[in-house]
């Protein structure tokens, strides 16, 4: 089935400690994303990736990292937490740029207490 | 990229056609209409895209006009579980990056 998988689904954490979001494809597409959700402010797009070892930032990339060193993984990496930062994270890829159809993961929930 | 305007809530029936109408004055020759559903708690789901005229799939069909400075997403007979955000995009099919506006909340109702 294709698929895009993130982990963890739910994740309570404290300010500071490192955590990284796992996000896989098993459709082989060359694009991926990722984008927060927040009440009010609908979805905003962190980082992207048009292919392996190429990522550049999206409108909301302060506080965030990413690499692209396979073409099916995408993680997002928080190296240090803080409280703004809990919210609902999406992994997308598309087939081949972001005009195409993205399939969207089920969703991380972060909370940074 | 065209910034995009769509209502931000609509009410409906079960069994009603419902339309949800996104204006984007300010699209480029080579930008596209993608719409997206999102239902609580879930990443958004690919609905239809299009460029010009009318597209039609098994969920949806999707009117541009000719200036296609504006596109109706069109539902035939909603069901309960239509209830969901719907997000009207103007897409570069060559370009970096997708932006999501507020979207329309649709409640069908029985």
């Known amino acids: 089935e294709a698929q895009v998988t993130q982990n963890p689904r739910y994740l309570i954490t404290v300010t500071g400690k490192k955590l990284t979001v796992t996000c896989s494809q098993n459709m082989n597409h060359e694009y991926m994303s990722w984008y927060r959700q927040d009440p009010g402010l609908g979805l905003r797009q962190i980082y992207y990736?048009?292919?392996?070892?190429?990522?550049d930032k999206g409108d909301v990339p302060e506080g965030y990292k990413v690499s692209r060193k396979e073409k099916r993984n995408f993680p997002l990496i928080l190296e240090s937490p803080s409280p703004n930062q809990t919210s609902l994270y999406f992994c997308?890829?598309?087939?081949?740029?972001?005009?195409?159809?993205?399939?969207f993961g089920d969703g991380t929930r972060l909370s940074i207490l | 990229l065209a910034k995009t305007t769509q209502p931000i809530s609509m009410d409906s029936y079960e069994g009603q056609e419902v339309n949800i109408t996104c204006s984007h004055n300010?699209?480029?020759?080579?930008?596209?209409i993608t719409w997206y559903q999102q239902f609580p708690s879930q990443g958004p789901r690919f609905i239809i895209q299009g460029y010009k005229t009318k597209v039609t799939n098994e969920v949806a069909s999707l009117f541009i006009p000719a200036d296609r400075k504006s596109s109706t997403l069109s539902l035939p007979r909603v069901s309960l579980s239509d209830t969901a955000v719907y997000y009207c995009l103007v897409v570069r099919w060559a370009g970096n990056m997708l932006t999501f506006g507020g979207g329309t909340r649709l409640m069908v109702k029985p």
């Open positions: 300010n699209i480029a020759t080579n930008d596209y």
């Open positions: 997308a890829s598309s087939r081949g740029s972001p005009g195409e159809p993205q399939h």
């Open positions: 990736s048009m292919n392996v070892e190429v990522t």
